[in-house]
């Protein structure tokens, strides 16, 4: 499975942004995806996750609330509407896929243990 990530930009602080990822070679319908961020200097940061059977979906304190994650299995493509948006959330953003979804639980934050992921799209929130 390839993912290809997009919808990155530069937005002011309190604005709304969509980012999605898009997977080919291969369908999602049994896999678990998920974001991650990262800024220089610091290690990949987990975001939200999805299990895309059933739909569960799960998020950082950082971002509950403020993030939605949603998944379209018709054109294999992962959603993250970003809204409310902080400067903090600058980073860039990775989407990454766990097919078939193996990672337990208490691991599926850590980026080490996902092996398939996209390009980073740009997020960069102004004050």
């Known amino acids: 499975v390839q993912l290809q990530a997009s919808g990155g930009g530069l937005v002011q602080a309190g604005d709304s942004l969509s980012l999605s990822c898009a997977a080919s070679g291969g369908s999602l319908s049994r896999s678990a995806t998920a974001w991650f961020r990262q800024v220089p200097g610091r290690e990949r940061e987990w975001v939200a996750r999805i299990n895309w059977s059933g739909g569960r979906t799960y998020y950082a304190d950082a971002v509950k609330g403020r993030f939605t994650l949603s998944r379209n299995t018709a054109v294999n493509t992962m959603y993250l509407q970003m809204n409310t948006l902080k400067p903090e959330d600058t980073a860039v953003y990775y989407c990454?896929?766990?097919?078939?979804?193996?990672?337990?639980?208490?691991?599926?934050?850590?980026?080490?243990?996902?092996?398939?992921w996209g390009q980073g799209t740009q997020v960069t929130v102004s004050s």
């Open positions: 990454a896929a766990d097919t078939p979804p193996l990672i337990i639980y208490s691991e599926i934050h850590n980026a080490r243990r996902y092996d398939c």
